[in-house]
Each structure stands twice: as C-alpha cells, then as structure tokens.
C-alpha cells in the first residue's frame, strides 16, 4: 500500500489504461494486498496459470491453489509491459503491471 502522496500520484499518473473492475476482480485484489491469498503477490501470469490449470499447485512449490486468481479483461488496447490503474465504483484500487496476456482455458479449469 502507497502511504506518500507524491508517490501515489506518479505511481497512477504512470498508468498507459484504467480498467473498471468486476465485483469479482475487485474482490481479489483486496484479498491479494491483504493477504488472503498468501503466498500470492499479485495476478498469476501465464506461465503460473497454466501450472495451476495442470497441477492445482504453485509453480515451484507443493503449496495448492486450485483456483487460478487472474484478472480478465478483453481490452485489446492493454499489453504486456504497461500498467493499468485499477478501480472499482470510480475509486482508485491498484495499480498493475502487466506481465503477460492470454486467453485463459476456462474448459480445463473445470476438469
């Protein structure tokens, strides 16, 4: 969490998009930057997911995680290297970078 003022405003001003998020999205980027999804820092990128997918654990550990924590958009403007300023009913929530993009195999999650 970004306390200083000054930082704040270049960390969002340095945003390339805003991105309205769902209910859903919203809802884990709060658990991501309380915790509630420990050891999880942030979004799975695609190599993390698909590992996920596969094997239901994080990549390089035996810890589980059945469920792959993505945020989905189809903004086709958004690509890998910039960052996306996050809200959720106008406010400000996060700020992301974004590593990599895909379309996620919804088909495999449910297997």
Same mark, same amino acid.
């Given at each position: 969490?970004?306390?200083?003022?000054?930082?704040?405003?270049?960390?969002?001003?340095?945003?390339?998009?805003?991105?309205?998020?769902?209910?859903? $999205?919203?809802?884990? #980027? *709060?658990?991501?930057? /309380?915790?509630?999804?420990?050891?999880?820092?942030?979004?799975?990128?695609? @190599?993390?997911?698909?590992?996920?997918?596969?094997?239901?654990?994080?990549?390089?550990?035996?810890?589980?995680?059945?469920?792959?924590?993505?945020?989905?958009?189809? $903004?086709?403007?958004? #690509? *890998?290297?910039?960052? /996306?300023?996050?809200?959720?009913?106008?406010?400000?929530?996060?700020?992301? @970078?974004?590593?990599?993009?895909?379309?996620?195999?919804?088909?495999?999650?449910?297997?």
């Amino acid at each position: 969490m970004v306390r200083e003022k000054d930082y704040k405003r270049a960390v969002v001003d340095s945003c390339h998009h805003k991105q309205e998020c769902s209910d859903r $999205n919203a809802c884990d #980027v *709060e658990l991501l930057t /309380v915790g509630g999804f420990s050891p999880l820092e942030g979004f799975l990128n695609k @190599e993390a997911y698909e590992h996920v997918v596969e094997h239901m654990r994080l990549p390089g550990s035996d810890l589980l995680l059945g469920l792959p924590v993505v945020m989905d958009t189809n $903004n086709e403007a958004i #690509v *890998e290297g910039q960052r /996306v300023l996050l809200t959720y009913k106008g406010q400000d929530i996060a700020v992301l @970078e974004v590593e990599s993009k895909w379309v996620p195999n919804k088909a495999l999650e449910t297997k």
